[in-house]
């Protein structure tokens, strides 16, 4: 079954730091998310993409956040300047629009944990 | 801002019997809904999802009830296996998902007791 990947599962940072989070979504999707988990609190929606641009971002997806889709198959979500509230795990999602862009579940990575130091 | 709540921390059943998961939410914008399962060192996966012109769907040994009036849904996993046990995530969104970002509940920790 189709599976979308994340990678590094797990990354150290200094503080101050920029960092580049890397997914490979589901081939036939057309719409990605990236999500959050700060240890102990509920998942978050950051910001969704869809025909390369942002569509949607939440508050917490401010300057210091970017996403691209470098190529066919990447999508990456880049923090400029990490803080020590940056550390999380991190998710990506996608999602197949299905024609009338209506009712299709998003599907999650497993994750890339995130440790600001 | 809880805009979905799910009230129960954990819940523990006996292998065998229902397990029955709540969620509750406030925005009444929110049409579509889904239910996720999630490991530990795992991300979310997907089990099941219901639009708010219905009040039912079934999958399997799951099944998703939806009540708008009371704007609550539940999850239903009959017979509970050991396998089952894991923490489930509720999660809304408005205008049947596309670009909007998932609301998700805080998570129910299910423990299936052989």
């Known amino acids: 079954e189709p599976e979308v990947t994340q990678t590094p599962s797990h990354q150290v940072t200094q503080m101050g730091q920029e960092v580049i989070l890397r997914c490979v979504p589901i081939s036939n999707h057309l719409y990605f998310y990236w999500y959050r988990q700060i240890l102990g609190q509920k998942v978050e929606f950051l910001v969704s993409f869809y025909n390369n641009e942002i569509s949607e971002k939440s508050e917490i997806f401010d300057d210091q956040f970017s996403v691209e889709r470098p190529d066919g198959s990447n999508f990456t979500l880049k923090i400029r300047s990490t803080k020590l509230e940056d550390s999380a795990m991190y998710f990506c999602?996608?999602?197949?629009?299905?024609?009338?862009?209506?009712?299709?579940?998003?599907?999650f990575g497993d994750g890339t944990r995130l440790s600001i130091l | 801002d809880q805009q979905v709540k799910q009230n129960s921390p954990s819940l523990s059943v006996q292998e065998g019997r229902i397990s029955i998961l709540n969620c509750d939410y406030t925005?009444?914008?929110?049409?579509?809904f889904l239910w996720y399962k999630k490991y530990p060192a795992e991300g979310p996966t997907f089990l099941i999802s219901?639009?708010?012109?219905?009040d039912k769907n079934e999958d399997g040994r799951f099944t998703v009830f939806l009540n708008k009036s009371a704007k609550h849904l539940s999850l239903h996993i009959v017979p509970s296996q050991p396998g089952d046990s894991a923490v489930y995530f509720c999660a809304a969104s408005r205008s049947g998902g596309g670009a909007d970002g998932l609301t998700f509940g805080k998570g129910t920790h299910l423990i299936i007791q052989p």
């Open positions: 999602a996608s999602s197949d629009p299905g024609g009338t862009r209506l009712n299709q579940p998003q599907h």
């Open positions: 925005n009444s914008m929110f049409d579509y």
């Open positions: 219901i639009s708010s012109i219905k």
